[in-house]
């Protein structure tokens, strides 16, 4: 079992950055791959970002190419989503999640651990 913690979600202007963690722990040993997905208000959940768990490869929306970096720390069971040039169509609550393998899936199923998210609102 791996748990997921989300923070640094809040309230930024459209053209600012904040920077999401998730901090991970329980079978941390396991070598997972690292996902973030966001849902907003209506909509169904969807794909953001993927970093395998050597950090090699990581895949993105089409929505967030250039804009968002995913990142990990393996040493300290963290990993991070950077978001720059935010826009208001970024507003959702955004999850981070994890799957049992070294291969990214942008399809929410492919994921079997979940964190409780965090809000994220860009004002126009």
């Known amino acids: 079992q791996v748990q997921l913690v989300e923070s640094g979600g809040g309230l930024v202007q459209a053209g600012g950055s904040l920077r999401l963690s998730c901090a991970a722990s329980g079978r941390t040993d396991k070598r997972y791959t690292m996902g973030w997905f966001r849902q907003a208000p209506g909509k169904e959940r969807e794909f953001v970002a993927a970093?395998?768990?050597?950090?090699?490869?990581?895949e993105y929306a089409d929505s967030v190419k250039g804009r968002y970096t995913i990142s990990r720390d393996n040493a300290n069971s963290v990993g991070y989503l950077q978001m720059n040039r935010l826009i208001p169509e970024d507003t959702a609550v955004y999850y981070c999640a994890a799957r049992n393998s070294p291969v990214i899936r942008t399809t929410s199923t492919s994921y079997d651990y979940w964190g409780q998210g965090t809000q994220v609102v860009v004002s126009s």
């Open positions: 970093i395998t768990w050597t950090g090699v490869v990581t």
